[in-house]
């Protein structure tokens, strides 16, 4: 069974933040939110607004499109 699109951005965040070398509480002290929240993006409970995604991304140095799926051509 594929995954839905919420799940495989689930997954790539996920993977994006644990390959990232950072603790999720110094993640999440960077871009403002608190560590359960980071365990709740990593479970998919819960979804990053654009604006946490943005500094997210920044701060672990990795691509939103990586994260939202979307392919490069």
Do not use: F, W
């Given at each position: 069974m594929e995954l839905s699109l919420d799940e495989k951005i689930t997954a790539n965040l996920k993977n994006?933040?644990?390959?990232?070398?950072?603790?999720?509480?110094?993640?999440?002290?960077?871009?403002?939110?608190t560590k359960p929240t980071i365990s709740?993006?990593?479970?998919?409970?819960?979804?990053?607004?654009?604006a946490t995604l943005s500094r997210l991304c920044n701060y672990i140095d990795c691509s939103a499109d990586d994260i939202l799926n979307i392919p490069k051509h």
């Open positions: 994006e933040i644990e390959n990232s070398g950072k603790r999720k509480s110094d993640i999440a002290k960077a871009i403002g939110v709740q993006y990593c479970s998919g409970r819960a979804q990053p607004t654009l």
